[in-house]
């Protein structure tokens, strides 16, 4: 059974930084592709970053590209989200989320990927 636990989500003021951790169980990470994801109150699920684990190749929604590196361990089974540069619009809970298909990594859209976390809350306030 895959199973994902994210981690690293606290409040940080504006400017700041955070590094967010997606440890994975239940699969081999070089297989797969995560995603990161993101929800803030009254708004739609927002893809933030996608990394496929076999070859390292990243994408990024253009809210984040330049302050987030997306980045995996595959002996740890983890991948984590760099986040510098934080602002308040980057305030949400940040999920992460598997696809056996890393062909869906490049458009990081949820309904592709088919095994999420429970998410951690990112909050940038001062």
């Known amino acids: 059974q895959v199973r994902l636990v994210e981690s690293g989500g606290e409040l940080v003021q504006p400017g700041g930084s955070l590094r967010l951790s997606c440890a994975a169980s239940?699969?081999?990470?070089?297989?797969?592709?995560i995603g990161w994801f993101r929800q803030a109150p009254g708004k739609e699920r927002e893809g933030v970053s996608c990394i496929r684990s076999s070859d390292g190749t990243t994408y990024y929604a253009d809210s984040v590209k330049g302050r987030f590196t997306i980045s995996r361990d595959n002996a740890k089974n983890t991948v984590y989200l760099q986040m510098n540069s934080l602002k308040p619009e980057d305030t949400a809970v940040y999920y992460c989320?598997?696809?056996?298909?890393?062909?869906?990594?490049?458009?990081?859209?949820?309904?592709?990927?088919?095994?999420w976390g429970q998410g951690t809350q990112v909050t940038v306030s001062s």
């Open positions: 989320a598997a696809t056996g298909t890393p062909y869906y990594c490049r458009s990081i859209y949820g309904a592709n990927f088919g095994s």
């Open positions: 239940g699969l081999t990470l070089k297989n797969y592709a």
